[in-house]
């Protein structure tokens, strides 16, 4: 296993449209988390899984966004009618339980 | 509510010198302190982490220290080097939360040959 993996890297997309990211976690974490970053700006949290239980999500994920790990392995985050302050670094981490994480390279997201 | 803070935002070094970035929490009730090394445009890289239980870790040229009573880390770089120059970021648990990991905002290390 290599870590955490995210695709895209890239996505450039014009405002209005719908967007889907995925991160696969290292292979025996339960745990996979996804955070928001902006420029100059540490890591936000928006959500996380325990197996394919969503067990808690931030006020930051508004109702265009969602979230689902239907297996317990891999997620997906979908943003659907992308606006512009939704640019960001879009990270990914997995733990087993409540130990190290560790974060994906991210997927940079430019709303045109 | 925990909040993080790192002090300073942004520091340059001559190739050679032995530096400490800060960090700060106002929650002293944390399980564990972590800190992570960015490169520009790229994810996360975990340097060390220190459970509450511990007062120091290291990993080669770098040392972090917990003193969980002050709310505060520090990450000692020995002979910093230009390869080290990257945000220097870390992370505690919320207080609210055991899962969710609240980041400070980072310090930008530029190492000038």
């Known amino acids: 296993d290599t870590g955490v993996s995210q695709d895209p890297r890239h996505k450039i997309t014009k405002r209005g449209q719908n967007v889907t990211f995925r991160c696969d976690p290292i292979?025996?974490?339960?745990?996979l988390y996804w955070y928001r970053q902006t420029l100059g700006q540490g890591p936000e949290f928006l959500t996380y899984?325990?197996?394919?239980?969503?067990?808690?999500k931030s006020r930051l994920l508004s109702d265009r966004f969602s979230a689902e790990r239907p297996k317990g392995s891999f997620s997906t985050l979908e943003i659907q009618r992308t606006e512009q302050g939704d640019s960001a670094m879009y990270l990914c981490?997995?733990?087993?339980?409540?130990?190290?994480?560790?974060f994906g390279q991210g997927t940079r997201l430019t709303v045109v | 509510k925990q909040e993080v803070t790192q002090i300073p935002a942004a520091l340059s070094v001559p190739e050679g010198e032995n530096l400490v970035l800060n960090c700060s929490f106002t929650?002293?009730?944390?399980?564990?302190l972590q800190w992570f090394r960015q490169d520009p445009g790229k994810g996360l890289t975990s340097l060390l982490l220190?459970?509450?239980?511990?007062r120091e870790q290291t990993s080669g040229r770098l040392n972090a220290s917990l003193d969980k009573s002050s709310g505060r880390s520090t990450l000692y770089i020995a002979a910093s080097q230009p390869g080290d120059s990257a945000t220097y970021l870390c992370?505690?648990?919320?207080?609210?939360?055991?899962?969710?990991?609240?980041f400070g905002p980072g310090t930008s290390l530029s190492v000038i040959p």
């Open positions: 981490a997995s733990s087993l339980f409540n130990t190290e994480a560790f």
């Open positions: 292979s025996e974490h339960n745990r």
């Open positions: 899984f325990q197996n394919e239980a969503q067990l808690e």
């Open positions: 929650d002293s009730a944390i399980y564990n």
């Open positions: 220190i459970q509450s239980s511990q």
């Open positions: 992370a505690v648990p919320s207080g609210t939360s055991y899962d969710k990991v609240i």
